[in-house]
Structures are given as C-alpha cells and as structure tokens.
C-alpha cells in the first residue's frame, strides 16, 4: 500500500540522501541518462493505485507514453490551470484534495553488474512530490518540486533489465509551499539520471575564496567530504584561465573530510563584467591506482557589506537585473539547454548583468552558464505562500513551528546544491510568504552553512534577518526617499520593478536615474524576463498563444503571465530594447553642443573603457561624414570629458543635423562578436536653416453641392462632409489615397499598463467620445480655401467637453494644410482623470503599404519609454509598424515626427508635421484590437488606419507597479497641431 506521505507534514522525504553540492565527473564515474519515452498511467486520485502498478514486471504495455522530462497538462493529461495567488483547493494545510491527479512513470534501463560501486538515482525536478519503486522495491520518497533529490539504489539495482517505477502526486503538503504566480505544472519535468562511482568517492565538497584586505590575494578554502575512506591520496591542481596549472600539490587522506587552505598570489578575480573562471581538478588514488576525477569551475570573488554598500571585490554594485521564471512556450516549465543559453546570451548582449531565479532554484546549468557568461545571481528557494493572503491569516503557516522543518528543508537544499558557484552572490528565502518563526529558523540555518554571500527576503520589511533591504514596485518617490534615509544602514535592492506587461513598462531611465543617484541604492530586477503563453495554432494554422482562463480555468489571473522582456516565443520585445539603453555600461553626456564637448562615463565597475570602439559621425538628411575622435581611457565608475571637431558641411535648408555615437565591442568576446553594439547616443545640433522660398498658389475649384463640397486642382479632387466637417476622401490623380480624412480621437486601445484606469475610463464612457459639428464654414482666397468647422466633442451624460476647431488651408496642387485646436471646458473640475490620448485619425488606401518617416526609430517608442529611439529616415513595409503583443493592444507608435509618407509603386500620400507629433499605422482600428483577445483573432480592414497624435498618455508600469510620472500623464488640456496633407508620385 502506498503510504500517504504527500499530505503528511512531518514526511519530507524517506531515504532521500542527505544534499550536497551539484558536481560533474570527469573519470571513474558514469552517468546515464534515463530521458526519453516512459510508459504512463493517468489517475485523477492516489487511492485509484493498485499494487501491481509498481510491481516487477507488471504488464504495462496498455499503458500510454509520455515524454519524460516534460509536464503533463501540456501532454494532454489533466487540466491546464494559471494563477498568480490562488490556490486551486480548500486552504486547509497541510491536507489537500482526494482528487489529487497522479502519474504513474515506469521504464526499464540495462545495468551491467556492480563491482565495488555505488549508484545513485538523481532526480532534478519532480511537481510535486513522488515515490519511487525499482525493480518492485520501495526507494524513497521526495517532495520540493525544483530541488535535486537523490537516492542510493546500490542495494536494489541487479544486472540486465531493471524496471523503475515513479508514482508522482500533483498536490501535496508541499504545494502550500510553491503558490508562485505561474502555470500549475505536474510531472517529471526534469532530467533524470543513474549515476555510477566507486565506493570510494566524493560525496560533497565547498569552496570558499577569502581575499585579503586590498582586494589582491587570496586564500581559498576548500572543504571535501568522501566516502569510505581508509588511505587514499588525494592531488588537488588548479588551473589559471589562460590554461597555465598554477597549483599542484598531493594530500594524504586519512578521513572522509578535510580543509584545505591554499595562498593564491594576484588571482584574476571573477565577476559579471571579468567572469574569469579557473579549472579546479580534484583526483582521488588509491596508491597509485586513479580512482576518480572531479574538475569544478571556481571563481575568485567577494561579497560583502560595508559602510551600508554592497561590494563585490571591495567595489560597489549596480544590479542591472531581471527576474527569470524557467518556461518554454511549448514544454511549460521543461526548459532545454538551447533555451538557458540564449536567455543568457540575449542578457548579456542587451547590457543586463544579474538575474533573480524567480522564484525557485533553476536547472544547475543554468548557474554554471552564468559563472561562464557573467551574471550575479540572486538564488532563491523553492518557497511561496501567497494564496494566504486572501485567507485571514497571511502567516498562517510561516509562523506555525509545524512547518519549520519543511521552510529550513528548503533553505538547506538550495544553499548545499549551489555553494560553489562563483556567480550566486545572494541567497533568497523565498517568496511573497509574509514573515515569521520559520523564516528565522531558515535564515540562520543559511548563514551557518554559508557566510560568504548575502542573503535576501523582501518581506522581511524590517530586513532583521537580511543583509539587504528589498522591496518590490516601489514607485519614484519612494525610492527617492529610500536613497535619502541616512538612518538605515542596510543597502537596497529593488527585487521587483517596471512590471513589462504587454506595452511597457514606461519610465526605465527614471528609476535608472535614481538608481545612479544614491549610494544606498544598488539597482533592481525588472520583472520579468519572458511571457508565459502557450503556443497554439487555429483552424488556419494561425499562432497565437493562450493565458489563464483559455483553458476554461477558474480561478485565474487572465494574462497577468504575459509579463515578460521577451515574447514567448523568445523574440525580444521593443521594452528589451528600451532596458539595452537605459543599462548602458557607457554613456555621454552633452555639455556643450555647439563646441561639442561632451563628458563620457564608464559605469562599469570593473572593466576599463579600452574594450569599446567608439564610432562618432555626423548625420544629415541622407548624408553623414565619420569624425575621428581619440578616446581617452577611461577608468571604471570614472569620466571624461572630450571635444568633437565638427566637419565643415554645406548648409543645407531644411535638414536636421545630429551627432550619432555607435559603441561597440573592439574584440570578440563570449556573449558578442566583435562589433557588437553596445550602446547608442544621438545629439542634435543648433544648426537649423529654415527654407525662405516662397510657396506661389492659387486656390482650387469648388462646387457647394449642399451637405457635400467638391474641391478640385492639378491631379487631385476632395470631398469634403458639411455636416461632419471631415473629408469624405482624397483623389490623387484618380487613385483615392485617403478614404476618410481626419477625425478628432482621444481613445487607444487599452495596453495592460492600463490595467486599473480603463475601468475609470470606462465608468466616464470615454470610448463613446463624440464629435458635434457646430458650424461649417469656407471662404476662398487669392492663394486657397479656407475652411473652419467648429465643433463640441464631448462624452454621454458627461458635464465636461472640448470646444475647438477643424482649420484647412487648401492650395490648387492639392496640397492640405490641416490645424486642429481644442479647449476643454470644466468650470467645476469633475475630469481629473488622465486621458489616453490627443490626436486625429485618417482612413487611408490600404494598398499604400510602404512607410516612410523621420523621426525617433526604428521601434516604437512612447514619452516614457524613449531612450533607446535614434532620429533617421526609415522605410518599413507596414507589417514592421506592428508590434504583435500576444494579447493585443496599442502599439507601433512612432515619437517625435517629422513627416511621414504612405505609399505603392505609384503614389503616395505625404504628410509633414507643423510640429514633432506622434504616428501609427496599422490595418486595424482601435475597437478591433480592444475587442480581440488573442493576436489571431485581429481580420485587417480594407483600409490602413493613420494615427497622427499630439500626445499620448505614457505607459507606465501600472499593472504591477507605479502610475506615469506626472510630466509623463495626459491630463484635460488645451491643444493645437496639425500637419500638411499632400498627394504624389512615387515617393
């Protein structure tokens, strides 16, 4: 009979072998994988078990198959389910539901006879807990879905076929225990491995690099635990990164534990910017008989805290950081090491220096990536209770003693398996579990076992048993208060922040700037790195990708996991884009444009800026001339201050001139080839000449046709609607360009930052904005037509509203010259709300599917989150105006604009701005996109949809976080803008 240790508390595990350091061998060792195709039973409660089901040889060829490792629900099995807080059962800790799914794995696997020799089977994650069988005998039992759990099979293996039977439990105790906001997965998602040593071997070893107190020399501090030793030799060679051995030195062994103490001279020191690495090669003998080998990656460094900052290597720290969820858009929580990889090198190559693994312990080649690569990692352990805090009791369980062996397990477990590597600098406690008893039982455990890092748990408010004091979305003001509190001595990490759900976050440069500010503040991790969709494809084989509740899962967050820098196809987001600039490890300064004296600052804090190329170049209308500039060398956390020679140019009318910067790697490095550009800055100059040539017009025809008016020139006709004051469209050498001419529109489709002001909008009916036509009017002059609409644009039952008008200017050569001006009327302040946007939308021929513009590029960019645009001329199809949120939303604005064309072939329509506005264009309206809900449900319309806006709102982190900076909220204000209209060949 199986043993109901999944909802017995005081079960952790049975026959688990105690934790240890993950390890790779090198000799005298095997390991075999067992990954692949299991055979697979599915039942919806463990009480459906039968006994023969894990025994011997039992018959399972009926059975189904399933690849292991992976997750269940995504196999077809059991029910797809996201929350962020909810648990999906009855909060009754420690019991869970009889109707617990379980699956029952089994496989067999050849063993050839065991001489002298121990096996272990390893597994590395199993949701949520499991027992294993073999060969018909019980194993053990483990629990803690993303920890390593080991049991010694030496006793139950035999030669030839060997079956292995893991009965695995979806609930368990342990489940109160992993509430994070992601997915509910179940299964061996995991590898799973035999491993194969000599009795005589090592179990567990610890690393420790002390270096002395100017930061030069070392000693480390390696201490070794082996099994069944009697009299055994042990050589011990350390490696230097260049491949020199520098150390080669032989121990006699007469116990299972020694401490080696080793005096290393000028090591190269390990860090995020310098992640050198030296090869650490352990070797067992017996006389002079090799037993086995061991080669471990170590890495010089040192964390600590003083003067309340926190030095790695005797300097301070800036995280430049970003909260990582192990996902795969096809495999759920089983992530290959393809994906580790290039979410590590994308880190790299877009200027992020340190990851947080939210919030669990990731894959162990996860972190040796990170040793390889450079980042800091904050490691955080299995261990979230947020579901408690809908309950009357957030610590319920955190602060009942019953649970403390369960909190500590997990604490144990994280800091034995990844002690060694050079890259985890802090430990975390967890998540989001609220404070008490356990959590100090916990953190003392930790800081017994190891003193050399930091440790971290943002819901510890008072930081009484950290080292740093953390806190989550916090917004500018606090964070500028936090920096000012000379009082508290404890530094500050912001562990969560610019939550980058759908379009956003907005405002990076602001908290990067406050960051850079205060000593005490020592940066954050945006959350989070990747959306957790789930790729499917429709009747037509359309992608699109599904969120809670597509899988008609209740409770649920909605697309509260559609969160991420990356899409969840691993595409980059343009807020990636934005987060590479604003973590720029080199930025300029403009102090003087004119004379071109500018001061560069090496933000690194390790690395000397001799490893950059610095490209300066003078760019104007569709010209640029390179500068030559000597770059002095720049030291880390250091400026300088340098000065442009400026070529001489022709003075050309009508041209923006700007000095760009491009930055890039001189030398190949591991995350980036040479060339790779690290950083960009654009500075304009004063050296505007506006054109003096005299424009010679006439006014065009007309024919008053009572509700319609007929304007007619050279090539062109428009139409224009007396009763609503637009245009009816715009024909261009008898093509219409414009099927619709400007309305006035202050609505966008909701983006997620939206999240809790549309309802406000909503409630005011903002959506239903309307325009009233007051009075038409025109009147023809020597040198055009002039005509006014003056209009009331308000809301239903709404006492606030906009007076303002439509002004054209229209010239016989058909060009429009278009002002549109608007003053709110709220005697009694009833609109205080921000609204989405000021602006005016056209419907244009949807074949004029090339777009041409001058402006901030080549992304989208909004007031907030702007950083990373530089001005150009850019030339996209129209696909590339549309960036393709999952869950659909405004996007594709473009800032700043000069003019913008839309053309074929043939024609075009041409548009210059009186002022830098804001533009888009997409085949769909902004109903369209409110109302789909997966980007495969948008059909194009028959026409482009031109948005021309003197503001939007800004974008902010407001799903999760803080509202738009004030300078960065569109309030009721009066406006005037426009731009001219114009139709032409070929552009």
């Known amino acids: 009979m199986i043993l109901q240790d999944w909802r017995t508390l005081e079960v952790l595990q049975r026959n688990r072998l105690e934790s240890r350091a993950y390890f790779n061998y090198s000799h005298g060792s095997t390991v075999e994988k067992l990954n692949g195709q299991w055979r697979f ?15 011997d040889r039992y018959q399972d060829q009926d059975w189904d198959f399933i690849e292991v490792p992976s997750c269940w629900q995504l196999k077809g099995y059991g029910k797809m389910h996201y929350t962020d807080l909810y648990y999906q059962f009855p909060v009754i800790p420690p019991e869970v539901p009889t109707e617990n799914p379980t699956g029952i794995y089994r496989r067999t696997f050849e063993l050839e006879e065991l001489d002298d020799q121990s096996r272990i089977l390893r597994f590395y994650g199993v949701d949520s807990a499991f027992h294993v069988y073999l060969n018909g005998e019980f194993v053990g039992y483990s629990q803690g879905s993303r920890m390593i759990s080991e049991f010694d099979i030496s006793q139950v293996t035999r030669e030839g076929e060997n079956q292995l039977t893991v009965i695995v439990y979806q609930w368990s105790d342990g489940t109160y225990l992993e509430d994070q906001d992601m997915w509910w997965f179940s299964g061996i998602f995991r590898d799973v491995e035999i491993i194969t040593t000599k009795k005589n071997s090592l179990w567990d070893f610890q690393i420790k690099t002390e270096l002395d107190e100017n930061y030069e020399n070392s000693v480390l501090h390696i201490h070794l635990k082996y099994q069944n030793i009697k009299d055994h030799r042990l050589q011990l060679k350390l490696q230097n990164p260049e491949g020199d051995i520098i150390l080669d030195k032989k121990y006699q062994l007469i116990t299972n534990e020694i401490t080696l103490l080793e005096n290393i001279k000028t090591p190269a020191l390990w860090s995020a910017e310098t992640p050198h690495l030296y090869s650490l090669e352990l070797s067992l003998f017996d006389k002079d008989q090799l037993l086995e080998t061991v080669v471990e990656k170590i890495g010089f460094r040192q964390v600590e805290v003083k003067d309340g900052k926190i030095l790695l290597n005797g300097k301070p ?9 192990d996902f795969n858009c096809d495999t759920g929580r089983t992530v290959s090491s393809e994906d580790m990889l290039k979410d590590i090198l994308l880190m790299k190559q ?26 800091y990692v904050i490691d955080e352990a299995d261990l979230e209770c947020h579901g408690f805090e809908l309950t009357h009791n957030y610590k319920w369980i955190t602060d009942n003693p019953d649970w403390e062996e369960a909190y500590v397990d997990r604490g144990k477990r994280l800091v034995d398996r990844d002690k060694n590597r050079p890259s985890v600098i802090m430990w ?21 076992m190891d003193a ?47 939550h980058a759900m759908g379009n956003g976050p907005g405002g990076l440069i602001d908290y990067q700037t406050i960051f850079e500010k205060y000593d005490r503040l020592h940066g954050g991790f945006v959350w989070e790195w990747i959306d957790h969709g789930i790729r499917c494809y429709d009747e037509k084989g359309k992608v699109f990708y599904k969120y809670g509740g597509d899988y008609g899962d209740a409770p649920h967050n909605g697309n509260f996991n559609m969160d991420g820098l990356l899409f969840p196809d691993r595409t980059p987001s343009p807020s990636l884009t934005e987060l590479k600039k604003v973590y720029e490890p080199i930025s300029i300064q403009v102090l003087d444009a004119e004379k071109g004296i500018l001061e560069i600052h090496n933000k690194n804090t390790f690395l000397n800026s001799d490893v950059y190329a610095f490209h300066f170049y003078l ?6 001339v390179d500068m030559k500039v000597d770059i002095p060398s720049i030291n880390p956390r250091t400026k300088a201050i ?31 080839a040479s060339q790779h550009v690290v950083t960009t800055m654009q500075y304009e100059l004063p050296w505007f000449l506006a054109s003096d040539k005299m424009n010679l017009t006439s006014a065009p025809n007309i024919e008053d046709q009572f509700d319609e008016l007929l304007i007619s020139g050279k090539h062109f006709q428009v139409t224009f609607d007396q009763v609503t004051g637009c245009f009816k469209n715009y024909t261009y050498k008898g093509k219409v360009l414009i099927e619709k001419g400007p309305e006035l529109n202050f609505w966008r489709a909701p983006i997620d930052n939206d999240m809790y002001q549309i309802k406000k909008w909503h409630e005011k009916h903002f959506h239903l904005m309307h325009l009233f036509n007051e009075k038409f009017e025109y009147e023809i002059q020597e040198k055009g037509l002039i005509i006014r609409n003056h209009f009331i644009a308000g809301i239903p039952n709404q006492e606030w509203y906009y007076k303002g008008c439509y002004h054209y200017f229209i010239t016989e050569d058909g060009e ?19 609204i989405p946007r000021i602006g005016v939308h056209m419907n244009i021929n949807k074949n004029l599917e090339q777009v041409k513009w001058f402006g901030l590029g080549p992304h989208e960019t909004y007031v907030d989150s702007i950083s990373s645009g530089l001005f150009d001329l850019y030339d996209h199809h129209i696909s590339k105006m549309w960036t393709d949120y999952p869950y659909p939303q405004e996007n594709g604005n473009r800032s700043q604009v000069d003019f913008m064309a839309l053309y074929d072939e043939d024609h075009g329509i041409y548009l210059k701005s009186h002022q830098p506005l804001n533009m888009s264009v997409h085949p769909y309206t902004h109903e369209d996109i409110e109302q789909a809900k997966h980007c495969n449900a948008l059909n194009p319309q028959s026409f482009l949809r031109w948005n021309i806006d003197y503001k939007q709102n800004g974008l902010g982190s407001n799903s999760c976080g803080p509202q738009q900076k004030p300078e960065h909220q569109l309030k009721l204000i009066h406006f005037e803008f426009g731009f001219t209209l114009q139709g032409k060949d070929k552009i």
């Not at 720290?317 to 969820?325: A, C, D, E, I």
């Not at 877009?350 to 980042?375: K, S, W």
């Open 642 to 672: 340098i000065q442009l020679e400026y070529p001489q140019v022709i003075g050309l009318k009508d041209t923006r001139y700007f000095v760009n910067c491009k930055i890039s790697l001189k030398d190949h490095w591991h995350y980036a």
């Open 350 to 375: 877009h200027n992020i220096n340190a990851v947080r693994t939210a919030h669990y312990p990731n894959m162990p080649e996860f972190y040796a990536l990170c040793d390889q690569y450079g980042l």
């Open 428 to 448: 975390s406690y967890g998540n989001e579990s609220d404070f008490g008893r356990n959590f100090i039982a916990m953190s003392e455990k930790i800081k017994n």
């Open 41 to 55: 039973k599915y039942l919806d409660s463990p009480r459906r078990i039968k006994q023969d089901y894990y025994a």
């Open 619 to 624: 760019f104007f209308g569709n010209s640029s």
């Open 452 to 498: 050399t890092r930091l440790t971290h748990y943002e819901s510890d408010f008072s930081a009484s048993t950290t080292d740093v004091y953390s806190t989550m979305y916090s917004n500018y003001e606090m964070l500028e208060q936090i920096g000012r509190d000379i009082d508290q001595t404890k530094p500050h990490i912001l562990c969560e922040y610019a």
């Open 816 to 834: 429009i010259q278009f002002k549109v001006t608007g003053k709110p009327h709220d005697p009694n302040r009833v609109m205080r709300e921000m």
């Open 317 to 325: 720290l800036l995280f430049k950081g970003v909260n990582r969820h």
